[in-house]
């Protein structure tokens, strides 16, 4: 009996050492790669801010990656600003804006055009949809359904990736 328990505790710990080495992982690539020029917002907040639905969300992705699952309600505008994209013109300036990509590197990008074009509230999600799905948030299919495919853009990439069937 002292055996099992000793097992099952040793399991416990053992899961939260995963998630702070999955997050560890995100916290350090973001720390190489971004320079925290466009202000961010965790899952959680995001989560609240979408309930009371009163925020924009774009997300920064491939057309190919949009397709297999996105945030809810997240608008695609892809990896460049273009025509085809939106019409940020008829957008307020001041309305709450969230970018997100896989892990948080290219929504940055989008984000700092936006800060450029005088939108005043974009934030980045914070470790982007991986983070979102290994937390435990839905993701949605191109009919609006709960899915757990995520595309994990690459292998390299994917490895954050540590919740819902990573498609490549």
């Not at 466009?38 to 997300?59: H, M, R, T, W």
């Amino acid at each position: 009996m002292k055996r099992t328990i000793y097992l099952y505790l040793i399991l416990f710990f053992n899961s939260f050492n995963l998630i702070a080495q999955q997050q560890k992982s995100i916290d350090h690539t973001l720390q190489l790669l971004n320079n925290n020029s466009v202000p961010y917002i965790s899952a959680q907040e995001l989560n609240e801010e979408l309930l009371k639905g009163e925020i924009l969300i774009f997300d920064t992705r491939k057309k190919e990656e949009y397709q297999v699952s996105r945030i809810k309600n997240a608008k695609f505008i892809g990896e460049q600003l273009n025509a085809d994209s939106l019409s940020l013109d008829a957008l307020d300036k001041n309305h709450p804006i969230v970018v997100y990509c896989s892990i948080g590197v290219r929504s940055e990008d989008l984000g700092e055009v936006l800060l450029k074009k005088g939108f005043t509230n974009v934030k980045n999600l914070y470790g982007g949809i991986f983070l979102w799905k290994n937390r435990g948030f839905e993701v949605f299919d191109q009919l609006d359904r709960p899915t757990e495919n995520i595309h994990a853009y690459n292998r390299f990439w994917g490895r954050l990736l540590k919740s819902g069937n990573k498609i490549y």
